[in-house]
Nanobody, 130 residues
Framework: QGQLVESGGGLAQVGGSLRLSCAAS????????MGWFRQAPGQEREFVAAISWNQGTTNYADSVKGRFTISRDNARDNAKNTVYLQMNSLKPEDTAVYYC???????????????????WGQGTQVTVSS
């Protein structure tokens, strides 16, 4: 069964950058769609970005479009595939716990919905200070 391990969170200043990583061990056909979600205190989990493994097609929430970039590294020589979230021009409202997720299908309907993802990472805290 696959597992997602996140890293790269931390503290950044307004306008700064952070890069999150999500390593998928034992990737399988059930991880064709990879997404990043975030959850701030007292808020619901919200979609940030998604990417399809095969085509590399991407999609972003309006709130991060132009500032965040999702990408993937299909490491054929080892057993791990990695997805990244490069976050630039950070704002205080980006402060949240960020979660990596994997699901079996990338589509207009599934990519933004948490219920469409079967695997989740443990979350990594991102704090943006002004």
């Amino acid at each position: 069964q696959g597992q997602l391990v996140e890293s790269g969170g931390g503290l950044a200043q307004v306008g700064g950058s952070l890069r999150l990583s999500c390593a998928a061990s034992r990737p399988s056909s059930s991880m064709m769609s990879m997404g990043w979600f975030r959850q701030a205190p007292g808020q619901e989990r919200e979609f940030v970005a998604a990417i399809s493994w095969n085509q590399g097609t991407t999609n972003y929430a309006d709130s991060v479009k132009g500032r965040f970039t999702i990408s993937r590294d299909n490491a054929r020589d080892n057993a791990k595939n990695t997805v990244y979230l490069q976050m630039n021009s950070l704002k205080p409202e980006d402060t949240a716990v960020y979660y990596c997720a994997a699901g079996p299908r990338y589509s207009d309907y599934t990519r933004t919905r948490p219920g469409s993802y079967d695997y989740w990472g443990q979350g990594t805290q991102v704090t943006v200070s002004s």
